[in-house]
T-cell receptor
């Protein structure tokens, strides 16, 4: 079965500091990995994805994520956090063995960036 | 190009009533997914549809829930005889057929159902 774990319910960082939001996954076959962000009372917005190729993926708003196959991780990072980055972040995975291509989401991590 | 449109954005129902949630995918997108988000939780897959076909309903509750995506018109998620536990945000997402597997899903703003 496919699953995603986001071990931290909340991450607190000061503005200007680097941030990391953790994600590990379990799938059959190779993973396709995604990060989405959700602002209050809104839908999910796509940030970035890993399909194949370079393990370091760059996405929207200065975010990047690193795929680590041996650790089955896909942590989201940003070198310098902004207060406006405060939101709910979801990691998601699709297993290549899944013919429905349904994204399986983690439980989410709330990022709070303090001024 | 309009995004994924969901309506109503907010819906209040009393226990035992029916709820109908509608989703119009992005133009050219023929794949629709429905997800449910309970308060303070992640998104749980419910059903995946293509035009006139249910492809994967492995996440749908066995009773009271149904979904359709007709040849014309929006996709509809129908909940009969709602109970308080159905209170949640229901999100629709669409995918272009060429984006299968590697394309990202585009999400609507969600429909927030409250059952009194």
């Amino acid at each position: 079965a496919q699953s995603v774990a986001q071990p931290e319910d909340q991450v607190n960082v000061a503005e200007g500091n680097p941030l990391t939001v953790k994600c590990t996954y379990s799938v059959s076959g190779n993973p396709y990995l995604f990060w989405y962000v959700q602002y209050p009372n809104r839908g999910l917005q796509f940030l970035l994805k890993y399909i194949t190729g370079d393990n370091l993926v760059k996405g929207s708003y200065g975010f990047e994520a690193e795929f680590n196959k041996s650790q089955t991780s896909f942590h989201l990072k940003k070198p310098s956090a902004l207060v406006s980055d405060s939101a709910l972040y979801f990691c998601a995975v699709v297993g290549t063995m899944d013919s429905s291509y349904k994204l399986i989401f983690g439980s989410g991590t709330r990022l709070l960036v303090r001024p | 190009n309009a995004g994924v449109m969901q309506n109503p954005r907010h819906l209040v129902r009393r226990r035992g009533q029916e709820a109908r949630l509608r989703c119009s995918p992005m133009k050219g997108h023929s794949h629709v997914y429905w997800y449910r988000q309970l308060p303070e939780e992640g998104l749980k897959f419910m059903v995946y549809l293509q035009k006139e076909n249910i492809i994967d309903e492995s996440g749908m509750p066995k009773e009271r829930f149904s979904a359709e995506f007709p040849k014309e018109g929006p996709s509809i998620l129908r909940i009969q005889q709602v109970v308080r536990g159905d209170s949640a945000a229901y999100f629709c997402a669409s995918l272009h057929p060429t984006g299968r597997r590697t394309g990202e899903l585009f999400f609507g703003e969600g429909s927030r159902l409250t059952v009194l």
